[in-house]
């Protein structure tokens, strides 16, 4: 079934996936994934634990390679060749331009301790995109500003707070430009008071109309920040739709049931 988020007028899929399907070994992680994210939308990915939220997530980068279906990023089709756990990329090059225009922001910072802040946040546009270091380094400085800890440049990752590491990590990835964000539960590893300040920051973005997929344990910010939500089952889309359908008119008994779960944890 061909899952498709409603566009904001004259928009196109940033990106789109059809079919995806992924197993490690005998499990089944997804069963047929459809959807598409579209130009300045906010898509939540939602669901249990095991239900191949951040498994979709990092099929879109080819962090994982699905074994059947395609991703398309700005309507070109990532090339991959065989099927199955034999499915391979087809076209580094591709891919690494690809990857190039995605900003993945993952559950842990994945900050390199060797460097600092504003090394960390430089070295992709840098060696990567081959951009001047001079433009480079304004454009760190105005990111870590933007996330609100530009007077950490100097510092190192173990200088720094979880909540402080996890901004870092979002200005790294906004310096690259990215076409879409991609977050994987960004706020999972930190204490509560941290979490809601790598929070805000993520609704400053969402406010800007910047593309996004996040995967998200927090329903209340899933509901505040998203244009879209898919709820995730046992490896297929249960239910999706505008956050007042998702949480204010829900029809599956699985997603009641979960919501109501999330809500007394």
């Not at 095991?50 to 498994?55: A, E, F, I, P, V």
């Amino acid at each position: 079934m061909q899952h498709a988020s409603p566009a904001p007028a004259g928009s196109s899929p940033v990106v789109e996936l059809r079919g995806l399907h992924k197993s490690f070994g005998a499990l089944e992680v997804l069963k047929g994934i459809s959807f598409a994210a579209r130009e300045g939308q906010v898509i939540s990915l939602i669901g249990s634990s095991g239900s191949g939220k951040s498994t979709l997530l990092r099929c879109i980068n080819m962090l994982e390679i699905p074994d059947r279906g395609d991703v398309l990023i700005d309507g070109e089709a990532i090339k991959l060749r065989g099927t199955g756990a034999s499915r391979q990329i087809a076209d580094e090059a591709q891919l690494r331009r690809i990857r190039s225009e995605l900003g993945m922001v993952f559950q842990s910072f994945n900050l390199w301790a060797h460097m600092t802040v504003l090394q960390n946040v430089m070295e992709v546009p840098l060696v990567v995109q081959g951009r001047q270091r001079d433009e480079v380094e304004m454009e760190a400085r105005a990111m870590l500003d933007k996330v609100g800890i530009g007077s950490k440049t100097d510092a190192y990752p173990s200088q720094l707070s979880g909540g402080q590491q996890q901004r870092a990590a979002i200005a790294r990835a906004l310096c690259i430009n990215p076409r879409v964000m991609l977050f994987d539960e960004p706020t999972s590893a930190l204490d509560p008071e941290l979490e809601v300040e790598v929070l805000r920051v993520i609704k400053v973005l969402a406010d800007e109309g910047r593309s996004m997929v996040l995967v998200t344990h927090d329903m209340e910010f899933a509901r505040s920040v998203s244009d879209w939500v898919i709820f995730l089952h046992q490896g297929r889309i249960e239910e999706e739709g505008t956050p007042d359908d998702v949480f204010g008119a829900t029809k599956s008994a699985r997603l009641r049931q979960f919501l109501n779960a999330a809500n007394h944890t």
